[in-house]
């Protein structure tokens, strides 16, 4: 096996540089730190965790809470944090909730006595009444993708989640639309407000039977709750989507319906998944940069680590965008 000291005499240094370029505790000249690293990898060095986190106090470890890997949106954000954290020397623990509450409440049971050095939760469902689970944790807390209210103490990196609802559903009325329904997650209130407002605006007032809340994030569940909004509503010429994966069940139900997209039925959805560039027709949809929050949320626990005695309450809002595709057009007469 081979040893720090091994990689030491290999890059002709001493085994404390070697030490400072692997914890990263002091750092060293760009010529040495180049030449112990390269001694690194020509030797196949692999430094022992268990002895440095009892050196160091750190595991470089941060664990990331998400409600699944199922679809695009957490893949693509889990691909980015591994990435992000990667670069830093740190490792990925990662669990899911599988959008069950008691999963949820087990995780940060078990995370705030486990020995990682932050935690990173993405998405709110199921979460927000299990917060003080965390309260007597000893590392920093960062939360993203998350809708409903928090805790001033916690440090958010998160969407305007209203500003991307209002973009859904201005899309609509400048394309003509009155008759609409909306079909959406449980913990979507704030992007179904900013919807109505934009229906507001234009002094048109949406029922509450507009939306339907949809009983999973599938699209089995979209097509479920579509087929429903049609039926109860044959007037209806938009659907509006709050996942993307409620969208494509919707466009099937739609062609279950004999209603023409976008000839007679305008669908549109929400985060631009990369299933979103596969349908037929493509599917119009509002754009979530979820991979730079992903690096910003990184960004500020990295930050907290670094400064534990920072103040922790901050929230940083990031911009929807609407891309435009073929699935919406004007609002047929009906």
């Not at 050196?55 to 691909?79: D, H, K, N, Q, R």
């Not at 087990?106 to 006595?113: D, E, F, I, Q, T």
């Not at 900013?194 to 509450?208: E, M, N, S, Y």
Request: with cysteine; charged share 20%.
């Amino acid at each position: 096996m081979v040893t720090m000291k091994d990689v030491a005499r290999h890059a002709g240094v001493t085994k404390q540089t070697v030490s400072n370029v692997v914890t990263g505790r002091v750092r060293v000249g760009p010529e040495t730190e180049a030449r112990v690293r390269a001694a690194i990898a020509e030797l196949g060095y692999s430094p022992n965790l268990v002895a440095r986190s009892l050196v160091t106090g750190t595991t470089m470890t941060v664990g990331l809470l998400v409600p699944t890997v199922v679809g695009s949106f957490y893949a693509e954000l889990i691909e980015e944090v591994e990435d992000a954290l990667d670069r830093h020397g740190y490792h990925l623990l990662l669990c899911t909730t599988r959008l069950d509450g008691e999963r949820a409440r087990r995780h940060l049971a078990g995370l705030s006595s486990r020995n990682v050095d932050a935690l990173l939760i993405a998405g709110d469902a199921d979460l927000i009444e299990h917060l003080p689970l965390l309260a007597d944790a000893r590392f920093p807390v960062v939360l993203c993708a998350w809708e409903t209210e928090v805790p001033e103490s916690y440090r958010v990196v998160t969407i305007d989640y209203e500003r991307a609802g209002f973009l859904a559903g201005r899309h609509l009325r400048e394309l003509g639309h009155e008759h609409v329904a909306v079909l959406a997650g449980r913990t979507h209130s704030v992007r179904i407000a900013g919807f109505r407002r934009a229906f507001a605006a234009d002094g048109i007032a949406l029922p509450d039977d507009a939306v339907r809340y949809a009983s999973e994030a599938t699209p089995a569940a979209g097509f479920a709750s579509a087929s429903l909004a049609l039926a109860a509503n044959p007037h209806v010429t938009a659907l509006f989507a709050t996942y993307d994966v409620l969208a494509l069940g919707a466009l099937e139900a739609a062609r279950a319906a004999g209603r023409v997209v976008p000839g007679d039925l305008s669908v549109l959805g929400h985060d631009d998944g990369l299933e979103t560039r596969h349908t037929w027709p493509a599917l119009t949809s509002v754009a979530i940069p979820k991979r730079e929050m992903a690096r910003q949320a990184v960004q500020s626990l990295l930050r907290a680590i670094a400064e534990p005695d920072a103040e922790s309450g901050s929230r940083r809002l990031l911009s929807p965008e609407l891309v435009v595709r073929n699935s919406t057009g004007p609002a047929a007469v009906r």
